[in-house]
Antibody, heavy 122, light 110 residues
């Protein structure tokens, strides 16, 4: 069955960096766009970024100001989110989600991981 | 870009119908039929219930329906059930190839 598993969360000091991983299984990973969505505990969803299935196209939320970078390894079925210059405002549960929209309009997040909590605190 | 606008809360009684609105701009909801709705229960990942304005994924009850008029999309839940009590989020593709979510609506089934 389709599974997405996030890892790499934890407590990190302000100003430091952290890399999150999203591992996919049960499907042909290279055929799907993978998104990251975050949620501050008790608050709403915020789209973070996407790595398209073409293997090289990425888009990021404007609010991130270039601090986050995606990478993808289709051999290992992984997508990575490198986060730098972290602040308390980056504290959230980070989900990865598979985009089932073949037209690349981000409209079908049919499968989600369980999320990984990132806490930015000194 | 600001989040799409949703009411913070709605409520209804079992068996009734409710509608949640999701207002954007001509750069997102108003220009694209790529509006989705997600249901999220506490402690769980979001679940897709409507995509492309009005389409239901396989396995989603036909009690859930979606529509759009201008810059506003709507989610209607008919025949409310206690298990429908959850947070609901809309999302829309944007002209800059990013995605916007709504602020979320808490549905209470009285």
């Amino acid at each position: 069955q389709v599974q997405l598993v996030e890892s790499g969360g934890g407590v990190v000091q302000p100003g430091r960096s952290l890399r999150l991983s999203c591992a996919g299984s049960g499907f042909t990973f290279r055929n799907y766009g993978i998104h990251w969505v975050r949620q501050v505990p008790g608050k709403g969803l915020e789209w973070v970024a996407v790595f398209w299935s073409d293997g090289h196209t990425t888009y990021y939320a404007d609010s991130l100001k270039g601090r986050f970078t995606l990478s993808r390894d289709n051999y290992r079925n992984m997508v990575y989110l490198e986060m730098s210059s972290l602040t308390a405002e980056d504290t959230a549960v980070y989900y990865c989600a598979r985009d089932d929209d073949p037209t690349t309009h981000y409209s079908q997040f049919a499968f989600w991981g369980q999320g990984t909590l990132v806490t930015v605190s000194s | 870009q600001s989040a799409l606008t949703q009411p913070a809360s709605v409520s209804g009684s079992p068996g009734q119908s409710i509608t949640i609105s999701c207002t954007g701009t001509t750069s997102d909801v108003g220009s694209y039929n790529y509006v989705s709705w997600y249901q999220q229960h506490p402690g769980k990942a979001p679940k897709l219930i409507i995509f492309d304005v009005s389409n239901r994924p396989s396995g989603i009850s036909n009690r859930f329906s979606g529509s759009k008029s201008g810059n506003t999309a709507y989610l209607t839940i008919s025949g409310l059930r206690t298990e429908d009590e959850a947070d609901y989020y809309c999302s829309s593709f944007t002209s800059t190839r990013t995605l916007l979510f709504g602020g979320g609506t808490k549905l209470t089934v009285l």
